[in-house]
C-alpha cells in the first residue's frame, strides 16, 4: 500500500482508543524535534534570538492545532516568513517585529470573518503541484547549511573529509531506517526511529559529529507576556502595515495551501476561513509573547500524516513537547544529532515532491506545464506569495485566451427576412476584437439581430464592443436588435444605462430586444473569429 493511500482513512471514523493516543503522542514528539533546528535555523535568518523562533512554534502550534481548520495540520516559524522579517528587523529592531505580527494576525482574523479563504480554490492544480515541488526543493536546500562549518574567519565553508562522510553516514543510516521500518512495523513513527537509533550511535561510539547543541542553545523559561515596545503612532502604524500585509499573505497562502494537501493526504475536509482565524489568533497571541509568528508548515505536517496522526492531539502534544524541551529538556536535545534530523528531513522532501509531475508534463497542456515549472523555480528564487500569484495570473491568461478563441457565430435569417448572427461563446475583453469581426455592417440588411441564447455579455468591454457595433450599424442606416439575453446580461446592460444603445423591439426599460416569436433558419455555414 502506498504512503498516500495508507494515509486515506476518514477522520469521523478515528476512535480514540490507547493505541491511537500513542500513535498521536509519537508523532507529536517526532514532529516537536524536528521543529528545534527549523525554528533555530529560522530565527537566524529573520535575525532574532532562537528562542524568539521557538516561542513561536510554540503558540503558533498550539493554538492552530486546538482552534485550525485541518487536524493533522503543523504550524510554527517558518522560512518563508522569516526572510521578510529579516529586513524589518535590521532596519527597526525585534520589537517593531513584535508588533508587526500582531498587526499580521489581526488581518488574517479579519480575511477569515470575511470568508475570503475560500478563494484558496481559484488556485489550479498545476499552480498546486508547482507549490509542493517547489517546497520541497526549499526543504531540500535549507538542509545543505547543515553540511557547512565555520571556517575560522567569520564565514562558512563545506564539510570535507572525515567529518563529511561522517555526517552523510549517519543521514544514510536516518534515511535507510524510515525507508524501512513502515515494511517490518507501524506501531512507532518510523522517523523518530531514525532520530533515535541515530542518537545512539553517536553516543555510544562517541562518534564526533555536530549535535543541536552546537547550533544554539534552546534553554529558556516560559515566556512571558510583552506589550511590544513601540510608540503607538501613525509613523509607527506606516512603519509596520506594508510588512503585516505582506506577512499575513505569505502565511495565509501556504497554510491554505498546506490545508488542501493535508486534506487531499486524509481523505478529508478542512475550514479555510476557520483556518484564516486560526492563523490570525496564534499571531497576535505570539506577537503578545516575544514570537516572531508563523504559519502551517508542510515538511512537519508531511511528518506528522505520514507519522500516523490523525487529530488534534499530535499538534498540541507536539507544542506542548516543544516547550518542554525549552523549559527543562535543553540539555537532551541539544545532544540529537543534526544528521538524524537532516536524514528526517530529506525523506520529507522524497515524499513531499511529486514525482508524479514529471511524468505527466509532457502528456498535460503546455500552458498548465508552464505554469508548474514556473510556479516551482519562482518558489525557489524569490517565495511562496509571489509564486502562487504569477502562476494563477498566468492560468488567468491562458484560460482567457482560451476563451476568446471560442466566440463565434451561425448565420441565419428569420421568418421577416431579418439577418440573425446566432452567437456562441463569451463576449469579454479577450473577444471583443473577434466579436467585432464577425459583423459586416456594409453588406447586411437593414434589420440585423445578435442572437445572445449561447453567449453572454461578461464585463464592461463587451458592453463598450456591443455601443461600438451598434454606432456603425446607425451610420450606415440600419437597425440592430438584441435577442435571448440571458438575466444577468440583462442586469449588466441595465447597469450602463444609456451605454448600449440599439433600436428597441419590445423591453424599453433595459433598451434590449427580447422577441422569442422570430424563427431561426440557417443560411450560411459557421462564420468563425
Not at 524535534?33 to 523562533?53: I, Q, S, T
Not at 482560451?402 to 435569417?413: E, L, M
Request: charged content about 15%; glycine content about 10%; overall charge neutral.
Amino acid at each position: 500500500m502506498s504512503a498516500r493511500a495508507a494515509a486515506s482513512a476518514p477522520a469521523k471514523s478515528i476512535k480514540l482508543d490507547a493505541s491511537r493516543i500513542k500513535t498521536e503522542l509519537l508523532a507529536g514528539l517526532t514532529v516537536a524535534l524536528a521543529l528545534v533546528p527549523e525554528a533555530v535555523a529560522f530565527a537566524f535568518v529573520a535575525g532574532v534570538n532562537p528562542l524568539v523562533g521557538l516561542y513561536a512554534a510554540f503558540f503558533v502550534g498550539l493554538i492552530t492545532a486546538c482552534i485550525g481548520g485541518r487536524p493533522g495540520m503543523i504550524s510554527g516559524a517558518t522560512g518563508a516568513l522569516a526572510v521578510v522579517m529579516v529586513t524589518l528587523v535590521a532596519r527597526h529592531g525585534v520589537e517593531y517585529l513584535f508588533a508587526t505580527v500582531v498587526l499580521m494576525g489581526l488581518i488574517q482574523i479579519g480575511v477569515g470573518l470575511l470568508k475570503w479563504g475560500k478563494f484558496i480554490r481559484m488556485v489550479p492544480h498545476p499552480v498546486m503541484l508547482g507549490f509542493v515541488n517547489g517546497l520541497a526543493i526549499v526543504i531540500f536546500m535549507a538542509q545543505l547549511g547543515q553540511f557547512k562549518v565555520p571556517d575560522g574567519a567569520g564565514g562558512l565553508t563545506w564539510m570535507s573529509g572525515s567529518q563529511l562522510y561522517l555526517m552523510l553516514g549517519l543521514v544514510a543510516v536516518t534515511m535507510a531506517v524510515i525507508w524501512f521500518l513502515p515494511k517490518i512495523t507501524r506501531a512507532f513513527p518510523a522517523p523518530l526511529a531514525g532520530i533515535l537509533v541515530v542518537t545512539a550511535l553517536v553516543l555510544g561510539f562517541d562518534l564526533d559529529t555536530r549535535s543541536v547543541g552546537d547550533l544554539a542553545s534552546i534553554s529558556g523559561g516560559l515566556p512571558a507576556f510583552h506589550i511590544p515596545m513601540v510608540p503607538l503612532t501613525w509613523e509607527t502604524l506606516e512603519i509596520i502595515l506594508p510588512y503585516a500585509i505582506i506577512l499575513s499573505a505569505i502565511g495565509l497562502i501556504e497554510s491554505l495551501l498546506t490545508l488542501n494537501l493535508v486534506a487531499d493526504l486524509t481523505n478529508t475536509k478542512g475550514g479555510a476561513s476557520k483556518e484564516c482565524i486560526a492563523q490570525g489568533t496564534a499571531n497576535v497571541v505570539t506577537g503578545f509573547f516575544g514570537g516572531m509568528g508563523g504559519c502551517a508548515m508542510i515538511g512537519q505536517s508531511m511528518i506528522n500524516v505520514k507519522s500516523g496522526a490523525r487529530t488534534r492531539i499530535s499538534g498540541i502534544a507536539a507544542a506542548l513537547f516543544l516547550l518542554s524541551f525549552i523549559v527543562v529538556a535543553s540539555g537532551l536535545i541539544e545532544q540529537i544529532p543534526v544528521a538524524a534530523l537532516v536524514g528526517v528531513m530529506f525523506m520529507v522532501v522524497i515524499g513531499t515532491f511529486a514525482w508524479a509531475s514529471l511524468k505527466i508534463v509532457h502528456k498535460i497542456p503546455l500552458t498548465d506545464a508552464l505554469v508548474m515549472v514556473v510556479v516551482t523555480c519562482v518558489t525557489v528564487y524569490s517565495d511562496l506569495a509571489v509564486a502562487v500569484v504569477v502562476g494563477v495570473i498566468i492560468s488567468a491568461l491562458a484560460y482567457a485566451w482560451n476563451a476568446a478563441s471560442r466566440i463565434n457565430a451561425r448565420i441565419g435569417t428569420s421568418k421577416e427576412g431579418w439577418k440573425v448572427y446566432r452567437l456562441s461563446g463569451p463576449l469579454f475583453f479577450g473577444s471583443t476584437t473577434g466579436f467585432t469581426d464577425l459583423f459586416d455592417p456594409q453588406s447586411d440588411p437593414e434589420d440585423v439581430v445578435v442572437d445572445f441564447i449561447d453567449s453572454r455579455v461578461v464585463d464592461h468591454s463587451g458592453l463598450e464592443a456591443i455601443d461600438a457595433l451598434a454606432s456603425k450599424y446607425e451610420a450606415a442606416g440600419k437597425r440592430l436588435h438584441l435577442r435571448h439575453l440571458s438575466p444577468d446580461c440583462t442586469r449588466l446592460l441595465a447597469k450602463a444605462g444609456n451605454l448600449v444603445e440599439v433600436s428597441v423591439l419590445e423591453d424599453p426599460d433595459y433598451e434590449i430586444a427580447v422577441d422569442y416569436g422570430h424563427t431561426f433558419e440557417e443560411a450560411e455555414p459557421e462564420k468563425t473569429a
